[in-house]
């Protein structure tokens, strides 16, 4: 499966090489290249070109305004994936900000699930 | 051995059936006649007072509620004269209480050792106590065959006093466990999310913990049904914050959980076990 994985740090970046090693094609976006920098993935210039080549992505980023971002903001991931895709958020972030964010994303036809990772 | 075993409550009972399983000779006293008839049914002897459990025994043991009774009950213990006597105390009560009274025994010529326990009344039941024990290496070493009939994790922690403080630590993480799980349960449900839903994931991450796993299945059973009831735990964390004053120690978190336990024994929930605070959570925030 093409998985996008935006949020290359000290927990995106194993949890997308467990995705590589499950034989899943990656493409990644960071905001600064340098942090894609070793890994098996295709890199992308924006998270909507990263949207549009894959059904599934992953964000683990820091904050809500982060993933509020990345999800919404301009050349934002809701501008690329197609409808039927499903973006997964597993950064911690505010229950009302995930709410908000599924609304948004949703009405654009994608189908956007959160799984906070735990072990925080 | 010859063994003298004093209250016979909830916990005190099944640890001293357990020592006549482990074959030893039991002489029991409580306070209550009638609390000693499944003891004496079960081969014990009956003393007409503490200072009669002690005598004739290498070790006597008492298992009753507060410091005042320990203190009353090892007074009568040292007027028994015994000679080499061992006097063990598996009661929760302050570390400082514990110290005094093994001073005073010492004086006496008794060896004193505070052994309280950790497990509740299943533990007391399987034999499967934790215990923690505080007093000399030669007072340990003599009481250790009758903690081998009665619980499975055994540690001498150090000298007189030890034990005690060890079970003052083990109160302050359950205490604070138990308000930490009901938290999490009252903010899942304040949010519109299954708690049940919330305990499953939360099982698998560093949230793990016995009391997310055992209490935490309870509250979501609402089975408030002691268990340890909550103005035990009261009594006990009244007893860490006594000893934090005393030392100048600040413990904000058990300060709180204090408090919230406090709170239930004033509103006619003492009688429930501790987890039932997840109920005054909901009551203080509207989500009856």
């Known amino acids: 499966m093409k998985v996008g994985f935006i949020?290359?740090?000290a927990m995106g970046r194993p949890m997308a090489l467990h995705l590589h090693r499950a034989g899943h094609e990656l493409f990644v976006?960071?905001?600064?290249?340098?942090?894609?920098?070793?890994?098996?993935?295709?890199?992308?210039?924006?998270?909507?070109?990263?949207?549009r080549n894959c059904a599934v992505v992953f964000t683990v980023v820091t904050s809500s305004a982060d993933?509020?971002?990345?999800?919404?903001?301009k050349d934002g991931l809701s501008e690329g994936m197609a409808s039927g895709s499903i973006?997964?958020?597993?950064?911690?972030?505010?229950p009302a900000s995930a709410r908000h964010i599924a609304a948004k994303a949703g009405r654009k036809r994608h189908t956007p699930a959160r799984c906070p990772g735990l072990r925080r | 051995m010859n063994i003298g075993f004093i209250g016979l409550g909830i916990m005190g009972r099944p640890m001293a059936l357990n020592l006549?399983?482990?074959?030893?000779?039991l002489t029991v006293w409580a306070r209550r006649a009638e609390s000693m008839q499944p003891l004496l049914a079960a081969g014990a002897k009956a003393a007409a007072n503490a200072t009669e459990a002690a005598r004739g025994n290498e070790?006597?043991?008492?298992?009753?509620?507060?410091?005042?009774?320990?203190a009353e009950v090892m007074r009568a213990v040292a007027a028994a004269g015994q000679a080499g006597l061992v006097a063990v105390d598996m009661s929760?009560?302050?570390?400082?209480a514990a110290r005094k009274i093994a001073e005073d025994l010492a004086a006496a010529g008794v060896d004193f050792v505070d052994a309280p326990v950790s497990g509740g009344e299943v533990g007391a039941i399987a034999g499967t106590l934790s215990i923690m024990a505080g007093g000399s290496e030669h007072a340990f070493a003599r009481a250790k065959p009758a903690f081998e009939c009665m619980g499975k994790n055994i540690v001498h922690v150090g000298e007189s006093g030890a034990g005690q403080v060890t079970k003052a630590a083990n109160q302050i993480v359950t205490g604070m466990g138990v308000l930490a799980v009901a938290e999490a349960f009252a903010f899942a449900a304040k949010n519109g999310v299954d708690r049940s839903k919330v305990r499953e994931a939360l099982l698998g991450g560093f949230a793990y913990s016995k009391i997310l796993e055992n209490h935490g299945q309870r509250m979501l059973d609402r089975n408030f049904k002691p268990g340890f009831k909550s103005w035990m735990h009261?009594?006990?964390?009244?007893?860490?914050m006594q000893t934090a004053h005393e030392l100048g120690l600040c413990l904000p978190g058990s300060a709180a959980t204090a408090q919230m336990f406090n709170a239930m024994v004033g509103s006619g929930m003492g009688e429930e076990d501790s987890i039932a605070v997840l109920k005054l959570l909901e009551r203080l925030s509207g989500q009856e």
């Open chain 1, 87 to 94: 973006l997964v958020d597993c950064s911690t972030i505010a």
């Open chain 2, 20 to 25: 006549l399983k482990g074959g030893h000779h």
């Open chain 2, 59 to 70: 070790l006597v043991i008492s298992m009753v509620a507060d410091a005042p009774d320990v």
């Open chain 2, 234 to 240: 009261e009594k006990d964390l009244n007893i860490v």
């Open chain 1, 67 to 73: 993933v509020e971002s990345v999800a919404l903001g």
């Open chain 2, 92 to 96: 929760t009560i302050a570390p400082a």
């Open chain 1, 7 to 9: 949020g290359l740090g």
């Open chain 1, 29 to 51: 976006w960071a905001r600064r290249p340098q942090s894609a920098a070793g890994l098996p993935a295709t890199l992308c210039a924006t998270p909507a070109e990263l949207g």
